[in-house]
């Protein structure tokens, strides 16, 4: 079984700052990689930032130059520093993992959720 377990949401003010981090667990054999995707109320599920093997990373085009994912490959977790916060940002962000476990195929696995609220 793999896990992904996310912390870091909260409430914050428009142009504040939040820290989301998120940690791979269980019968991992290699993580190809991980990121960051957000669902809004009423809204589809949309790329944040994904950070894949050889550090290439891809962000959404309303979090760039706002936000920055980074990984820590030797422990599993990634991380996404989130600044110049505004309302729009607004939403409940997933941890995703393109992970191969010990025993079958690369699947994409997903955390639970952490709310992340914008608002004066």
């Known amino acids: 079984q793999v896990q992904l377990v996310e912390s870091g949401g909260g409430l914050v003010q428009p142009g504040g700052s939040l820290r989301l981090s998120c940690a791979a667990s269980?019968?991992?054999?290699?993580?190809?990689?991980m990121g960051w995707y957000r669902q809004a109320p009423g809204k589809q599920r949309e790329l944040v930032a994904t950070?894949?093997?050889?550090?290439?990373?891809t962000y959404g085009d309303s979090v760039k130059g706002r936000f920055t994912i980074s990984r820590d490959n030797a422990k599993n977790t990634v991380s996404m520093q989130m600044n110049s916060l505004k309302p729009e940002d607004t939403a409940v962000y997933y941890c995703?993992?393109?992970?191969?476990?010990?025993?079958?195929?690369?699947?994409?696995?997903w955390g639970q959720g952490t709310q992340v609220t914008v608002s004066s």
């Open positions: 269980g019968s991992i054999q290699n993580v190809y990689a």
């Open positions: 950070l894949h093997s050889g550090d290439i990373t």
């Open positions: 995703n993992g393109q992970i191969r476990p010990l025993h079958g195929s690369i699947y994409d696995y």
